[in-house]
Structure formats: C-alpha cells, structure tokens
C-alpha cells in the first residue's frame, strides 16, 4: 500500500470529535480540555489567519525533524485556503535545547517577535544547541537581553503554558510529536499536503453539520 493511502487509512482509524475525547476525563480536567482551552489559548498567538473558520493546532518540538519537514508544507496549505488559524503548542520532549527554545520563543511574544522566532527555529537545520538558536533567534531579530528578562518576568504565565501544553498531549492520547488537533478531530502522527486538505474539509464538513443540529 502506497504511503498516501497508508495516511487516508490512519486518518480515518485516528479522527474523533473533541467533545467525545473531553467527555470520559474527570470533571476538574474539564477547563483543561474545553475547545476554548485548546482552540484559544491567550497565551499563544495565532499564525494563519487569526479570524479563520478552522483551527489548526499543532503540538510539536523545535528539535522534531518531522514538524521541521512539514512545517512548509502546512504552511502552504493554511496560506492557500486562506481561512485556517494556526496555533503552535511548544510540547518540549527531545531534550533541554527544546526546553530552552520553547521558552525563548515564548518569551519573544513580548516583543512581537513570536512568529519571526518560531520561524527561525523551524527552518533551521542541524543540531540546535543552546548557542545556536540563540544565534537564529537573535538573526530573526529577536532581542535576547530582552527576551531574557521577558523570560524572568513571565517565568510563571510560561511554565503555566508548558505544563497546560503537555497535560494536554497527555490526555489526548498523544506520544510523539507532531500531533495536531484539526477542527474537532485529533490527528497523531505526520501528514502530506493533500491530507491536511482533507482534514480541513472533514473538520468544516463536521462544523457545519453541528450547526445545522
């Protein structure tokens, strides 16, 4: 079977409606796992188009070769379709360099750098050692003195985002990264191009049809 059926059939085997996956976790993970909590995390700033119809969201590793190799190709899907947001999850399990990146990325956001970081990061190839991405970070224009003292300041509201992050991953069953969240579906593991597609039509398709209920 050819690598793009093997994606169709574990699409279909791994898709199951959100509000299904919150309803057998206990009550007080409730808020954890509400699409508001999922969808639109404050604390994470949405790429794509911030009023999009469908939400993207994307757990994932700066040092995950996979969300590396995908990454412009989902890009290209969101940029296409042109109503898609897109929220990136920092889900930091490859090792302290990922730790350290999550968090500098993150703290960029307070300077209205988040996105020319999390750019930076994911396009660079080769072992990322903390001297190295904060070379990338500082090239994507990214003040690190500030970033540095954006990190001590907000050090709780950060290990607050990382620790909802990961709680999240956990309950929704996911093991490596990247996983996404597609609408109302989760979807582990990677997808091509023309998958993405399809999970953003299915994801829609599933909305529209909540409405009509």
Request: proline share 5%; net charge positive; with cysteine.
């Amino acid at each position: 079977m050819k690598r793009s059926a093997l994606a169709c059939v574990a699409l279909a085997c791994v898709a199951f409606v959100l509000a299904a996956a919150v309803a057998p976790l206990r009550a007080e993970e409730d808020s954890l796992l509400s699409r508001d909590a999922v969808l639109r995390d404050a604390a994470i700033p949405a790429m794509g188009n911030p009023k999009g119809d469908i939400t993207i969201v994307e757990f994932f590793d700066y040092q995950c070769p996979h969300c590396k190799k995908l990454s412009p190709e989902l890009e290209q899907v969101i940029r296409e379709d042109g109503q898609v947001r897109l929220v990136m999850k920092d889900w930091p399990i490859l090792g302290p360099p990922s730790d350290v990146a999550a968090r500098l990325v993150l703290a960029a956001r307070y300077q209205d750098k988040y996105e020319a970081g999390h750019r930076a990061l994911m396009t660079f190839r080769g072992q990322l050692t903390e001297p190295v991405l904060r070379d990338a970070l500082a090239k994507a224009g990214v003040d690190l003195v500030r970033a540095d003292a954006d990190l001590a300041t907000h050090r709780a509201e950060i290990d607050a985002l990382l620790k909802r992050n990961n709680a999240q991953a956990e309950a929704f069953g996911f093991f490596a990264t990247p996983s996404f969240i597609i609408g109302t579906f989760r979807v582990p593991g990677v997808l091509e191009a023309a998958m993405f597609k399809r999970a953003i039509a299915d994801a829609r398709a599933a909305a529209a049809k909540g409405k009509k209920k």
